[in-house]
């Protein structure tokens, strides 16, 4: 009860102070013309310094000019002030101030703005039928009242004024026209927004006609064009398929919106046309351009026929009829065969062609094979199965066929004494390790054996490696557990490509719904002799495994390949196939191929757009590559670019850098200043291989540095010199690739930065600019000096001013990085240098020069740009 009586108390004593509080001045209702100045007040008494409050029409009010001025101590007075009052500054105004969770307002105001009439309702754009009658609409307000309206149609006067709102009946028109009204009161005169009558026609081709989700189904999308001033209502698709001969396909009406329409039951790798046109209520569009697509690849949809054999002593052989065209349903693969002994399942074999030559025959004795058609999605069914006998067990067979009476009774005989037989087992049976024996009764045991299993004594099947067996680290382990790969799903193929560290090599994978898919294994070497280069070739396939990137190679799975009489297995890295290989050999094909081609500098740039939002993934990823170069990007068959060959790659957990060990075998020309000197390696150093590849795509696979040795190269570079400027690339291009080799690793953009930089390049670009056939120089001329191909301004890059001034500069950088600005810009000459920055003189240095198997080339390929640097 006590606490009762104190809440009362409580709300007494704040009801009491807030009757205290009173507004001794309410703002008055005001009526001004457009433009001028308006202030209303109001005043409170009893409370010091209040928070008085304007609102308008229920919202508070935010202004600079709201003003206090003190009456006494507890009663003050404010204002509030419009310069340049709008009708839209009309509206009921008051006065508010909160004090102990009770708000108290002022008496309320009205503002009324004079001036000339606002629309609130103006004429609006319509489409309309020749000669049909419409309406126009048009309202106007003050104050001052009244209103009156005026319509103009083409440019002449529709009648006198009339009051607001006004409605002007149109008997009809046959051409566009424009259309406005004016609005008059007592201040003034006011215009209308021009509209405009369209005259409603047919439509226009729909446009921008695109193809997706290519299957057994495919989406059509496109744009209406013109809509001839009116809505669209259905479109019509038109459909032809090509196979040997064009065959028209129903047309197919569609209901639109939205403009896309999904088209079913196509067959597979197969050719078909289409074109759309759409009508609205005054008639069809013309059809667009007939559009081209072929579906994708499947299963083969039947099984060879006619499989036959022939054997002999020597050899088996065997023969089927080859699938037509439309049962593969794309490209045959191979024929897979499919056999088995004793109903146990051999491993099959794959042949290109519709027949089969396999030496042995004699082991095929008894044998049951099929045969099914593979595509590169996968195989089809498999044949009726057909059992392998000697010819003349088939004549023999054969020659009792007129002995039909004999064998029915012989069966019948057999019949009997097999559920005699049966019944006898089912009594006697016992069970032994290796299948069952049996003892009938009688004086003597004779012992039945019937195998669970047979071997092969011949050549002993190798144990499947897991990751257990080859000695790696815990967490290496568990990384790679859930990506490991059985060696028996993967069918290895002809090389691709050999570098340092082993070989690519093409493969196909066998899935889990029996397809197979295209990959490309890399195989480290077969040197291999502890668990530590095991370990080093997998490293690269954990930093791989969480990459999910358009633009960064993806990780399939990593197998371990079995090796007789060898403890410890070769790691293999398996990864997608890329169908146009490594970027440096494109670019070497483009210009030194058997048939060389252009590549627009949209497409170069593109090249240098993807790398950068690869590195630049990589980047948010913490990985520093520390061998990016053409040579390790891959372009798959949609021409896009995917950073790859992560074997020097490094994931930084804490800092910004990386530390180099004693010994590593590094490519010279794309490393940076400070990874030459100390061996560091940073995001930093990446942008500088960036800049370095960024020069290869523009020189279309030269060799970086042409005419520099591996073990000058830093002295080239302490001197101040850069890659020179390739012939045909443009300035801007240049000076993107110039600022990744600043001496000072903060100066020089990051990938965020080049990505930004790189697609406003490729935006300037025309979609159709092509340049001429390209007549490639050398960088060097006559004299064999660098011509940097900028003419007057070549030296800009190579030669400073007598005061060491130098590109490369930026904000807040300390003595210590100036200092390589000075280095870089040849002071060191004239100082000495530091004998510590030459490799040269100072350190050992081993250059390889190594040849492919065909010979030697141009440009050097893959490590042949490596050198041993001992620190």
């Not at 028109?173 to 047919?202: L, M, Q």
């Not at 009792?400 to 009997?416: D, E, I, Q």
């Not at 095991?534 to 399939?556: G, R, S, T, W, Y």
């Amino acid at each position: 009860m006590e606490i009762y009586l104190w809440v009362i108390l409580v709300l007494l004593h704040f009801a009491k102070r807030v009757q205290g509080l009173k507004f001794t001045k309410n703002p008055a209702n005001l009526t001004v013309t457009q433009g001028n100045t308006v202030r209303l007040g109001c005043a409170l008494e009893g409370l010091n310094e209040p928070e008085i409050v304007w609102m308008k029409d229920g919202v508070k009010l935010y202004s600079m000019d709201q003003m206090y001025i003190t009456i006494d101590t507890h009663h003050w007075e404010t204002y509030y002030s419009m310069k340049s009052v709008q009708q839209q500054n009309a509206g009921k105004y008051w006065c508010e101030v909160e004090h102990h969770g009770s708000v108290i307002s002022s008496e309320p105001a009205w503002i009324t703005v004079e001036g000339v009439p606002h629309f609130t309702l103006e004429p609006q754009d319509i489409a309309t039928f020749p000669g049909a009658p419409f309406n126009l609409t048009c309202k106007a307000v003050g104050p001052p009242e009244p209103v009156l309206v005026l319509w103009w149609l083409g440019g002449v006067q529709e009648g006198d004024f009339r009051p607001s709102p006004s409605v002007l009946l149109v008997e009809g028109v046959n051409d566009s026209i424009k259309f406005y009204c004016e609005a008059k009161n007592a201040k003034g005169v006011s215009v209308s927004r021009t509209g405009t009558v369209y005259i409603k026609v047919p439509p226009e081709s729909p446009t921008n006609i695109q193809i997706h989700q290519v299957s057994e189904n495919v989406t059509l999308m496109w744009s209406p064009g013109f809509t001839g001033y009116s809505n669209l209502s259905t479109c019509t698709i038109q459909m032809s398929k090509s196979s040997g001969r064009k065959v028209k396909l129903p047309d197919q009406q569609v209901t639109v919106p939205p403009f896309q329409h999904t088209v079913g039951g196509l067959s597979s790798h197969s050719n078909y046309s289409f074109r759309i046109r759409c009508g609205n209520e005054v008639g069809s569009s013309p059809f667009s351009p007939w559009m081209d697509f072929q579906t994708p690849e499947s299963v083969p949809s039947a099984a060879p026929k006619n499989l036959t054999f022939h054997l002999t002593e020597q050899q088996l052989t065997l023969t089927w009829a080859a699938l037509e065209e439309e049962e593969l349903n794309g490209r045959l693969l191979a024929y897979k065969v499919q056999w088995n002994v004793g109903g146990e399942n051999q491993e099959p074999l794959l042949f290109k062609e519709n027949f089969a030559h396999v030496s042995g025959g004699a082991r095929f004795f008894n044998a049951t094979f099929q045969v099914a058609a593979c595509s590169v999605v996968g195989c089809g069914p498999l044949s009726l199965p057909v059992l392998i006998m000697p010819a003349s067990a088939v004549q023999a067979q054969s020659s009792r066929g007129h002995m039909w009476v004999g064998l029915l009774f012989g069966l019948l005989v057999v019949t009997v004494l097999g559920l005699l037989l049966i019944v006898l087992v089912h009594r006697r049976s016992k069970e032994s390790q290796f299948g069952s024996a049996f003892k009938p009764s009688g004086m003597e045991s004779v012992v039945s054996f019937t195998a669970v299993r047979s071997f092969n004594r011949q050549g002993l099947e190798l144990p499947e490696h897991t990751l257990d067996s080859v000695g790696i680290n815990d967490d290496l382990k568990t990384k790679l557990r859930d990506v490991l790969i059985p060696e028996r799903l993967l069918t290895l193929g002809h090389m691709l490509g050999k570098g340092e560290f082993g070989s690519v090599r093409e493969a196909f994978l066998k899935m889990e719904d029996n397809s197979v898919q295209k990959v490309a294994v890399k195989v480290l070497k077969t040197d291999i002799s502890t668990s530590s280069d095991i370990e080093q070739c997998l490293k690269e396939a954990a930093n791989m495994k969480d990459f999910h990137h358009p633009n960064v190679i993806q990780l399939i799975g990593v197998s371990l390949h079995r090796r007789p009489q060898q403890r410890l297995p070769i790691p293999m890295v398996i990864l997608p196939f890329m169908k146009h290989g490594d970027l440096h050999t494109f670019l070497l094909m483009s210009r030194l191929g058997d048939e060389p081609f252009t590549l627009s500098l949209k497409t170069l740039v593109q090249f240098m757009l993807d790398v950068a939002r690869g590195m630049e993934y990589l980047g948010s990823k913490n990985i520093i590559h520390r061998d990016l170069a053409a040579r390790n990007c891959m372009l798959n068959e949609n021409m896009t670019v995917c950073v790859a060959d992560f074997g020097l790659s490094k994931k930084i957990y804490s800092g910004d850098y990386y530390r180099q060990g004693s010994v590593s075998k590094l490519p010279v020309k794309w490393i940076a200043l400070e990874s030459l000197a100390d061996n560091v390696y940073t995001t930093q150093s990446d942008v500088w291989a960036f800049g370095v590849t960024m020069w290869e795509i523009m020189a279309r696979g030269q060799t970086p540095y042409p005419g520099v040795e591996n073990s000058e190269v830093y002295e080239y570079l302490i001197k101040g010199e850069r890659l020179k400027q390739p012939s045909d690339c443009p300035d801007d291009i240049y000076e993107i690739m110039h600022s990744c080799w600043s001496p000072v690793p903060k100066c020089r953009p990051s990938f965020q930065q080049l990505t930004a930089q790189l697609e406003g390049l490729w935006t300037k670009l025309s979609p159709a600019a092509t340049k001429e056939p390209l007549l490639y120089v050398n960088l060097e001329d006559g004299d064999g000096e660098p011509d940097s191909g900028l003419g007057a301004t070549a030296d800009v890059l190579s030669t400073y001013e007598s005061q060491w001034g130098v590109p490369w500069q930026c904000a807040d950088m300390g003595d210590d990085e100036k200092d390589w600005l000075v280095v870089s810009s040849g002071a060191a000459l004239a100082i000495g240098g530091d004998c510590r920055y030459i490799i040269g003189p100072c350190g050992s240095t081993e250059r390889e020069n190594r040849q492919s198997e065909d010979g030697p080339s141009e440009d050097i390929k893959d490590d042949e740009e490596d050198i041993i640097i001992n620190v």
